[in-house]
């Protein structure tokens, strides 16, 4: 195939549409005080003695909660509190995770301060979300039965206005926006799933460290997942150092990766987050497919749709994995509490298909805007 890259004419840099050039300035300015925070010596202390440091942070936190979790507020509005708070939690959350950057970066990663705050978001937040769908506590049988049947449905899901947008319309430039904005997780997809692998040997942990190492190229750097979506992008023009393009993500998508954070950092929701793993793994080769066939549509390299073809194949295997050797045995481990890998499962979709809807409008956006 031939690749966008043939031509001279260097691709334009991604710019705009940014979500956060929606936010109001007392939000950004609020950002930008959790940040200095997040760098200063000794935290806690220095706000026990000066708490006029984040006044202006909790001022802008109390808002938005009152707005994204309230009612009566502007569709604007909301957005723009939902923005901000997913982007403190992201700032907070990703703390956990060592980046091979500043060692410094993470003098505050124990700070209670930071604990109270993302602690307090996440109440509401969660509360917000649970609200959004059915929990039904349904008996083992059912649960096992929901999982099977959503599971067999999910491998090939009917073909939506999203998908035929990604197969038939979608430009370069959009396929170049899409990569941008799914580099916050693509490149250090699976690092979450570590966070629930330590602990007592069984079968249901053996599995998912197949799952685990196979994401990460069995040990070698060469073929772990991340680093087929930095060739993607390096191929499409893009700049692969993590985190480049924060500003695009909407804040549905950092929603979700903000959910998977607390899933993974609480073992009590360790029913939930294997649960939502079943789905995103069954879910994916028919997601991923839609990327391929808008990539070999627009005639880009084998090098610009690699990470795809890889997932395809990979996750076809995994998704069976992580029902039949995880999922249904973690019901029959836990009975009383298996409805909880259903609502896992099924939260994980709802708030994949919204984060998915989001992309598509911030590549549209950014498409006629372009155009």
């Known amino acids: 195939m031939t690749s966008v890259l043939t031509s001279d004419r260097p691709l334009p840099e991604i710019s705009a549409v940014l979500p956060t050039d929606s936010l109001p300035t007392h ?10 925070l997040l760098a200063m010596e000794d935290l806690d202390r220095q706000i026990e003695v000066r708490p006029e440091l984040t006044a202006n942070l909790e001022a802008a936190i109390a808002t938005a909660l009152t707005i994204a979790y309230g009612s009566n507020y502007s569709a604007e509005d909301e957005a723009a509190a939902h923005l901000f708070l997913q982007r403190i939690l992201y700032r907070i959350n990703r703390l956990n995770l060592f980046w091979y950057d500043d060692l410094q970066s993470y003098k505050n990663e124990r700070s209670l301060y930071l604990q109270c705050w ?31 049947a959503r599971g067999e449905a999910d491998l090939n899901p009917p ?24 580099s916050l997780d693509g490149l250090v997809e699976a690092s979450r799933l570590s966070r ?37 992008m390096a191929e499409m023009g893009l700049n692969t150092e ?12 950092l929603a979700s990766i903000n959910h998977n954070f607390l899933l993974t950092e609480c073992k009590r929701h360790f029913l939930r987050y294997n649960g939502g793993l079943t789905y995103f793994e069954i879910a994916g080769p028919s997601i991923y497919q839609d990327y391929k066939i808008a990539a070999e549509r627009l005639q880009l390299s084998d090098t610009a749709m690699g990470y795809w073809e890889l997932h395809i194949k990979e996750d076809e295997r995994h998704g069976q994995w992580m029902l039949h050797e995880v999922a249904l045995p973690l019901a029959d481990k836990y009975p009383e509490n298996a409805w ?32």
Do not use: C
Request: charged residues 25%.
């Open 27 to 36: 939000y950004l300015a609020a950002e930008q005080q959790l940040i200095q």
């Open 118 to 148: 993302r602690d307090t978001i996440e109440q509401a937040w969660q509360a917000w979300e649970l609200a959004q769908i059915e929990v039904d506590r349904l008996p083992l049988d059912e649960v096992k039965q929901a999982l099977i």
């Open 159 to 182: 073909v939506t206005a999203n998908k035929r947008y990604l197969r038939e319309e979608m430009s370069a430039a959009g396929y170049r926006h899409l990569l941008a904005i799914a």
């Open 196 to 232: 629930i692998l330590g602990g007592a040997s069984n079968e249901i942990q053996a599995t998912l460290i197949r799952v685990l190492l196979e994401e990460y190229g069995n040990g070698r750097f060469s073929r772990k997942h991340s680093t087929f979506f930095a060739k993607m």
């Open 242 to 253: 993590p985190e480049y393009y924060l500003d695009l993500v909407p804040w549905e998508l």
């Open 340 to 371: 909880e890998l259903l609502l896992g499962y099924d939260q994980e979709k709802w708030i994949g298909d919204r984060a998915g809807n989001a992309v598509i409008r911030a590549i549209e956006q950014a498409e006629n805007k372009r155009f």
